[in-house]
């Protein structure tokens, strides 16, 4: 048995204007999960205590919250992997979200965006037309399974940055769940769904990996580069800002090997595009200034041939 420091974030949305922290010492076994002392302080010394759970085997994904300052699930979490050198556990609520009480938090923006994606089969025609179930070959499966194992925990989208900065942005999780669907033989709505994430702004994603700690391993990064290449390969949005700077970089290293810094700005803002050009002038100038302004030209790097076959066995479209 070791003494367990609890350090609970303690906020009411109905009582309080500014939140507290509340220190709660429980007498259990450091392998205890994080949720089964949580349930443990509730049920024996503070009743007020509140957290969101329900299966207490990391399927409902309902117990997220923001444990030692990383978001995980608390009934996967054991006391002593997220013990402070003082003895304390540091639990908060999940990040990027609104607390309504304690631990629990609004999701409402979470829920909203995945809606958006209409996130159901919608087939190309009806049932009747089948005289069986609609078949999916075992590699058309195999390409879905990892996204099924989304539990919806909102883990990806406490931790992404992006979300933090920009409320507009879809989140790793709706983004994934796209894939999902657009990579479903039987759905019919492929060029719709595309069209749906990229103006849910797609290419705001910074690609930080922060959405890697995903507990059940579905990797939302990873799903994100596949929209993404989807959606060039479809060429759905490809007059945005994104696609465009997606491609200029890809065919600027394919060319000499280097990042040519001053052909992506021309290309993503759009070497026609007089007054976006004007805005970012300014920029140059200090840069300029300061003496860091990249040459016009770059020379290929030394066995420049070896990227260019990296590219031609990914397939990148690069145009």
């Not at 003494?3 to 609970?8: F, N, S, V």
Request: charged fraction near 25%.
């Amino acid at each position: 048995m070791a003494k367990i420091k609890l350090d609970i974030f303690r906020f009411d949305e109905a009582t309080d204007t500014i939140p507290h922290r509340d220190e709660v010492t429980v007498d259990l076994p450091e392998t205890t999960t994080v949720l089964d002392a949580l349930e443990y302080a509730k049920a024996e010394v503070d009743g007020s205590i509140s957290f969101r759970r329900s299966c207490r085997s990391a399927i409902c994904g309902s117990c997220s919250m923001s444990i030692g300052g990383v978001t995980s699930l608390a009934c996967k979490t054991s006391c002593g992997s997220a013990m402070e050198e003082d003895g304390s556990v540091k639990i908060d609520p999940m990040p990027n979200f609104q607390p309504m009480k304690d631990l629990v938090v609004h999701m409402d923006p979470f829920w909203d965006k995945y809606a958006r994606l209409k996130p159901y089969l919608q087939p190309k025609d009806a049932d009747s037309a089948h005289a069986t179930e609609r078949r999916v070959s075992p590699d058309d499966m195999k390409k879905l399974v990892d996204v099924a194992n989304c539990i919806m925990c909102a883990t990806c989208y406490s931790l992404c940055p992006v979300v933090s900065v920009d409320p507009a942005f879809a989140g790793p999780a709706a983004i994934a769940y796209a894939y999902r669907f657009i990579e479903d033989v039987r759905d019919g709505q492929r060029p719709e769904r595309l069209a749906q994430i990229s103006e849910d702004y797609l290419w705001l994603c910074a690609h930080c990996y922060a959405c890697s700690y995903c507990p059940k391993h579905v990797d939302p990064n990873d799903r994100i580069i596949d929209v993404k290449r989807a959606a060039i390969t479809d060429r759905v949005m490809m007059n945005e800002r994104g696609p465009r700077h997606a491609l200029v970089v890809a065919r600027t290293i394919k060319q000499t090997g280097m990042l040519a810094e001053t052909e992506v700005i021309q290309g993503t803002v759009g070497r026609f595009n007089i007054r976006g050009l004007l805005k970012v002038a300014p920029l140059g100038a200090r840069m300029a200034l300061k003496g860091k302004l990249p040459p016009p030209f770059l020379k290929p790097v030394p066995k420049v041939d070896e990227i260019r076959t990296i590219f031609d066995a990914l397939e990148a479209p690069v145009r």
